[in-house]
């Protein structure tokens, strides 16, 4: 069945570091990816996604690229603040009839 | 407007109560879940309708039973419940026939079953 692993956490970097959270897949064919951004107490929000191999998703200074070849859709940002103190889930969905598939997700504090 | 709204924010309730959650969305969207989280997991599928059907059930005891009375509307009725029940339920919404069928989530409800 499907799966999404990522790396484990909690990570924690100054402001103005650089982010990398990896996340993997296990899928057939070609799900789309997504990347998911929770706030503390709040509901999930979507933050960017791809559809094909090789498509870059981008929102708010976050980029993931699609990578068919590493099963991988690893989320970066150049410059993290401390407002992106969150927990990032990735996932993925192979269609409209299908689960969408998260991984464990990871806790991410950004300190000043 | 990628809006879902949910009610209560917050709920509590003893093990012989019946509440309701609700659910609601304007974005024209024919799927519409419900979702239990517990803290630092991510979330679990309880039930999804399309079209106003129920079309998967994750085998969730029958103290919880959903509704779909319209497209734009979901409930999720509460009855004798657990104190493990007490999580954040989150709704949230897709378009079934679009190409990347992102769902969009509501803020959720936190649930505390005494």
């Known amino acids: 069945g499907d799966s999404v692993t990522q790396m484990e956490g909690p990570v924690t970097l100054s402001e103005e570091a650089f982010l990398t959270i990896n996340c993997t897949y296990t899928a057939t064919g070609y799900p789309s990816l997504f990347w998911y951004v929770q706030y503390p107490g709040e509901g999930l929000q979507l933050l960017l996604k791809?559809?094909?191999?090789?498509d870059k998703g981008s929102n708010k200074g976050f980029e993931a690229t699609y990578r068919k070849e590493t099963t991988s859709f690893h989320l970066e940002k150049g410059s993290v603040q401390v407002s992106d103190s969150a927990v990032y889930f990735c996932a993925l969905k192979h269609g409209a009839n299908s689960k969408l598939t998260f991984g464990k997700g990871i806790t991410l504090s950004v300190r000043p | 407007d990628t809006e879902v709204t949910q009610t209560p924010k917050h709920l509590v309730m003893g093990m012989t109560n019946k509440k309701s959650l609700k659910c609601e969305q304007h974005?024209?969207?024919?799927?519409m879940y419900w979702y239990k989280q517990k803290a630092k997991k991510p979330p679990e599928l309880m039930f999804v309708?399309?079209?106003?059907?129920?079309?998967i059930n994750e085998s969730v005891p029958s103290r919880f039973s959903p509704e779909c009375p319209n497209s734009s509307l979901l409930n999720l009725h509460l009855h004798a419940l657990q104190p493990e029940d007490s999580a954040l339920y989150l709704c949230a919404s897709s378009q079934p026939s679009r190409g990347t069928y992102e769902q969009y989530f509501g803020p959720g409800t936190r649930l505390t079953v005494t």
């Open positions: 974005m024209g969207h024919r799927a």
């Open positions: 791809a559809t094909k191999a090789d």
């Open positions: 309708y399309s079209y106003e059907k129920l079309s």
